[in-house]
């Protein structure tokens, strides 16, 4: 029974030692880029009510969420997507404002995926929201915020895919779809599911034309120039306007500089179906799985009370954690802890230069040196946690410097370290 405590349940993992420091100090990373944009931090409840995820917002499905009760019968569920818990906080605290609202988060959200799929059922995400503002521009701004993150991250190799919702949904309010058969034609389409898509749109009477434009969706996909020519495709209007706003957003993302990293695709459809307008996912090599994401949803803060365009995008940190790694690069955590040997009698010598360092903002372990163990085991301990040198009080006045790596000893008397 012991034994069996020690393990985690399936989907959740443990993150210790080196890697949550690297984990944390990444999350410090886009976190203090978020802030350079202007993002305000907010905090919102693991787990909230069952309707705020409902399938009327859009989101996740409710077979996929952790259910739970509270004492007087509510439904609850643990959060399977931190955008709709903005989405209310932005209703509640923000009704009144009119102005640009930059809201950014970190925490898990928790997804009860198929064990068959393989994927964590606990992520880590680290997000922001522009609320407020319907323009182009802002659609931009979290676009390039979001290349700045994996950037910031110490990606090199990456490429941001940008869809259009409503390029679909123009689509496929002129064909006449129900919701089910929608949802049918959007799965199919993510799929690349070519067989699948004509067998459904042959059942419909819609105009030739259109059959087209849907037989193509899967195939329009690349640089903006290619996507062009998906404007003689049609005559909707919806969709027309779609690819027009995609064409005033590469514009301004090459006055930022960014534009080798955009790439497009009209037949990149979201699981969320609050998404109105742009939507976008991150790849880089190391992972078949998206490192970020995100999109335009102007309808959804409005399902809590107020009338409020916004965009938001989300970095998925342990996807992103995991490309780093297998692309071997280095996330720089900060400098490691400083290991102080003491003898008991030497206690309060130690206890003072732990404050004189401490005082310095370096990390210092305190230790007592017990007489069973060898220098060279404190050595091993140290290389183990991640320690990067050692003081080893040998007597009130004299020092032994220990350099854990090398394993090179000096000496040093305890003026020297108080200057």
């Known amino acids: 029974m012991i ?3 020690l393990h985690t349940p399936e989907g959740v993992r443990d993150i210790y030692n080196a890697e949550c420091e690297r984990k944390l100090q990444l999350q410090n990373n886009l976190h203090h880029v978020m802030k350079l944009h202007g993002f305000k931090d907010i ?8 309707d ?9 499905a409710a077979n996929d969420m952790y259910k739970f009760f509270d004492r007087e019968g509510n439904t609850l569920v643990l959060r399977p997507d931190i955008t709709p818990s903005i989405a209310r906080c932005a209703a509640k605290y923000f009704k009144e404002e009119s102005f640009p609202i930059r809201l950014c988060y970190m925490g898990s959200t928790f997804i009860n995926n198929s064990s068959y799929q393989g994927k964590l059922k606990e992520s880590t995400q680290l997000g922001a929201e522009l609320i407020n503002d319907d323009s182009t521009d802002a659609d931009a701004e979290m676009l390039a915020l979001t290349i700045e993150c994996l950037l910031r991250a110490g990606l090199k190799e990456f490429q941001v895919e940008i869809g259009e919702a409503d390029f ?24 690349k599911n070519m067989f699948g898509v004509e067998e459904l749109i042959s059942s419909k009477d819609i105009s030739s034309e259109l ?3 849907f037989l193509t969706l899967p195939e329009l996909f690349g640089t903006l120039d290619k996507l062009m020519a998906a404007k003689a495709l049609t005559k909707n209007k919806r969709a027309l306007k779609a690819m027009e706003r995609l064409e005033q957003l590469y514009s301004i993302l090459t006055a930022y500089g960014l534009e080798k990293y955009i790439t497009f695709d009209l037949g990149m459809l979201s699981k969320y179906n609050y998404y109105t307008g742009i939507i976008f996912r991150a790849y880089t090599y190391g ?8 999109g335009r949803y102007d309808n959804l803060v409005g399902q809590f009370g107020k009338n409020a365009p916004a ?7 342990d996807q992103l954690m995991s490309a780093l790694s297998r692309q071997k690069i280095e996330i720089k955590a900060e400098a490691g802890n400083t290991l102080i040997l003491y003898n008991k009698n030497l206690l309060e010598n130690a206890i003072v230069l732990a404050n004189h360092f401490r005082n310095k903002e370096m990390n210092i372990e305190l230790l007592c040196v017990n007489d069973k163990v060898t220098l060279k085991d404190y050595i091993a301990y140290s290389e183990r946690n991640g320690i990067g040198g050692i003081l080893y009080f040998e007597t009130a006045e004299l020092i032994k ?6 394993g090179e000893i000096q000496e040093a008397g305890i003026r020297d370290f108080m200057q």
């Open 287 to 294: 992972t078949g799985d998206t490192i970020a994401n995100g």
């Open 43 to 50: 905090q919102t409840p693991t787990f909230e009510f069952f």
């Open 401 to 406: 410097v220990i350099h854990t790596g090398s």
């Open 168 to 191: 679909f949904r123009g689509l496929v309010e002129e064909a006449g779809f129900d919701e089910e058969e929608e949802n049918q034609l959007r799965i199919l389409i993510e799929n």
């Open 52 to 60: 705020i995820f409902s399938k009327e917002r859009g989101t996740v």
């Open 3 to 5: 034994e069996k405590l």
């Open 211 to 213: 059959k087209t434009v």
């Open 311 to 317: 965009i938001g995008l989300a970095v998925l940190v």
